[in-house]
């Protein structure tokens, strides 16, 4: 069982990667799931431009790969930013180029920004729950604080961050049981 945690910035200078990093050393103290770090800036995926139900489509090789690693993970963490009131560009056009890979998986969100990324969170919600067949889990961090105050570059807290372990905690916890029952009940193939 293979959970995904996607890095969902790519700029110059970013910090979302400490907040996925931080994600990573929780969920590797885990030993019921496998977890893997997906981060966007690695996968060559040009802006949408074609549908992505076209059979014979386009595809850069980075996002043929970046498809694959969808298909193949179970459940998903996405690490998301706010930009503007809602979600990274970059996020949404990955998102965009999809066609399946999400169907009947779950998706837990971690958000940040200078009011913890609850639009970009909301909004990221709503469109996981759109036509990609996915569906974004109640458990959430929003997190609380600035992020280069409070994590370095390797995702260590640098302060006391109980209140963001916390939530980080009860992710790992639903998120893992969402994709345990559902990879179970996909293996018993109920109908
Ligand atoms: C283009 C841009 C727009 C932003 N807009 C918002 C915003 O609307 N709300 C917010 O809380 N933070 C906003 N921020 C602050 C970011 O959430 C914060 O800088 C965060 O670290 C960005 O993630 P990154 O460093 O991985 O790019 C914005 C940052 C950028 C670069």
Redesign the pocket.
């Known amino acids: 069982m293979t959970i995904a945690v996607i890095v969902g910035?790519t700029?110059q200078?970013?910090?979302?990667?400490r907040l996925a990093k931080w994600v990573m050393q929780a969920a590797q103290n885990r030993s019921d799931a496998q977890f893997k770090l997906l981060d966007l800036k690695d996968y060559d995926i040009p802006l949408l431009n074609e549908a992505p139900w076209e059979a014979n489509r386009q595809l850069t090789q980075g996002t043929r790969q970046w498809l694959g690693e969808l298909q193949e993970a179970d459940g998903i963490i996405i690490v998301t930013?706010?930009?503007?009131?809602t979600i990274?560009a970059v996020l949404k056009n990955a998102f965009d180029h999809t066609h399946g890979e999400l169907i009947r998986k779950p998706v837990a969100i971690v958000s940040?920004?200078?009011?913890s990324?609850v639009?970009?969170n909301e909004h990221l919600r709503q469109m996981l729950n759109s036509n990609m067949g996915s569906f974004a889990i109640s458990a959430t961090v929003t997190y609380f604080g600035k992020?280069?105050d409070s994590l370095d570059e390797q995702g260590n807290s640098s302060i006391d961050n109980q209140l963001n372990d916390d939530k980080l905690q009860n992710v790992l916890n639903d998120i893992i049981w969402y994709t345990k029952a559902l990879t179970s009940a996909k293996q018993q193939d109920i109908s």
């Open positions: 910035t700029r200078g970013r910090v979302t990667p930013a706010e930009y503007n009131h990274p940040h920004g200078v009011n990324g639009r970009a992020v280069t």
